[in-house]
């Protein structure tokens, strides 16, 4: 097998959690779930821009971590189709959390004379997740479109 073709094939098993970018799957869990806490446990300032928000880091997570257990159990059986899938999935995550990112750093900072301390560095803190979660997603995206590519 050329080295190609090594590259451009999704990993199964553990292999994942040992293959760039497949291994991003981690972060973008964490950083997803992180972002989907301190949303949900923060107060609403603008409901239609934080459930947005909300939709998008749910969303995500259970894309991922579906995504994830799907390559754990090989469900891909090698197709070039499913690079398609990991690509077109990757990309639609980093815009719809680009998009989540501005939105909920736009409603933190409208809203900021409304919240407690507290409460304000609550929302800070799922504003610097969301944007953390969004660079991880464009660098998945970005290498999931090279192995596309190469497929």
Same mark, same amino acid.
Request: proline fraction near 4%.
């Given at each position: 097998?050329?080295? +190609?073709?090594?590259? $451009? @094939?999704?990993?199964?098993? &553990?292999?994942?959690?040992?293959?760039?970018?497949?291994? /991003? %799957?981690?972060?973008?869990?964490?950083?997803?779930?992180?972002?989907?806490?301190?949303?949900?446990?923060?107060?609403?300032?603008?409901?239609?821009?934080?459930?947005?928000?909300?939709?998008?880091?749910?969303?995500?997570?259970?894309?991922?971590t579906t995504l994830l257990c799907l390559?754990?159990?090989? +469900?891909?059986?090698? $197709? @070039?189709?499913?690079?398609? &899938?990991?690509?077109?999935?990757?990309?639609?995550?980093? /815009? %719809?959390?680009?998009?989540?990112?501005?939105?909920?750093?736009?409603?933190?900072?409208?809203?900021?004379?409304?919240?407690?301390?507290?409460?304000?560095?609550?929302?800070?803190?799922?504003?610097?997740?969301?944007f953390v979660a969004t660079l991880v997603?464009?660098?998945?995206?970005?290498?999931?479109?090279?192995?596309?590519? $190469? @497929?």
């Open positions: 097998m050329s080295s +190609a073709a090594s590259t $451009s @094939s999704l990993p199964s098993g &553990l292999a994942v959690l040992t293959t760039f970018p497949d291994v /991003l %799957f981690i972060p973008e869990i964490i950083f997803g779930g992180l972002v989907w806490i301190l949303v949900a446990s923060s107060r609403v300032p603008i409901p239609m821009l934080q459930g947005w928000v909300m939709f998008v880091s749910v969303f995500c997570f259970v894309m991922s390559y754990f159990c090989g +469900a891909h059986g090698g $197709s @070039s189709s499913w690079v398609t &899938l990991d690509a077109i999935c990757q990309g639609t995550a980093s /815009l %719809f959390y680009l998009s989540a990112s501005v939105l909920e750093a736009y409603s933190t900072y409208a809203a900021s004379y409304l919240f407690s301390p507290n409460i304000y560095r609550e929302n800070i803190a799922a504003v610097v997740f969301a997603y464009v660098i998945h995206k970005v290498f999931s479109l090279l192995r596309w590519k $190469s @497929s």
